[in-house]
């Protein structure tokens, strides 16, 4: 079992910045390919960003490229996902989310993942 605990969501302006963490309890983490979706209000929960296991691949949404970077510290059991030049349209419940496979890959679909986190609330103003 891998429990997820996402911080550092809250109130910002456009333009802002923000950095979302993902604490995950569990000494398997480093084997857990992981992802961040958000989910707007009225909308699907949909992925921002996904990493690999080693951090070596990476993958990002056609509307947060060149403004998000997901990270992870396999050390401290963390990712991360920093959130530059925020719009109004980033607001939104952001989850991280853990794949247990232990496939070396990245995944797309919230079906391809085990384990959620309670999710933390974004509000961009404009």
């Known amino acids: 079992q891998v429990q997820l605990v996402e911080s550092g969501g809250g109130l910002v302006q456009a333009g802002g910045s923000l950095r979302l963490s993902c604490a995950a309890s569990g000494r398997t983490f480093s084997s857990y390919a992981m992802g961040w979706f958000r989910q707007a209000p009225g909308k699907e929960r949909a992925i921002v960003a996904a990493?690999?296991?080693?951090?070596?691949?990476?993958y990002y949404a056609d509307s947060v490229k060149g403004r998000f970077t997901i990270s992870r510290d396999n050390a401290k059991n963390t990712a991360y996902l920093l959130m530059n030049s925020l719009k109004p349209e980033d607001t939104g419940v952001y989850y991280c989310a853990a794949n247990s496979d232990r496939v070396s890959g990245l995944y797309y679909f919230k079906s391809r993942y085990d384990y959620w986190g309670q999710g933390t609330q974004v509000t961009v103003s404009s």
């Open positions: 990493i690999s296991w080693s951090g070596d691949s990476t």
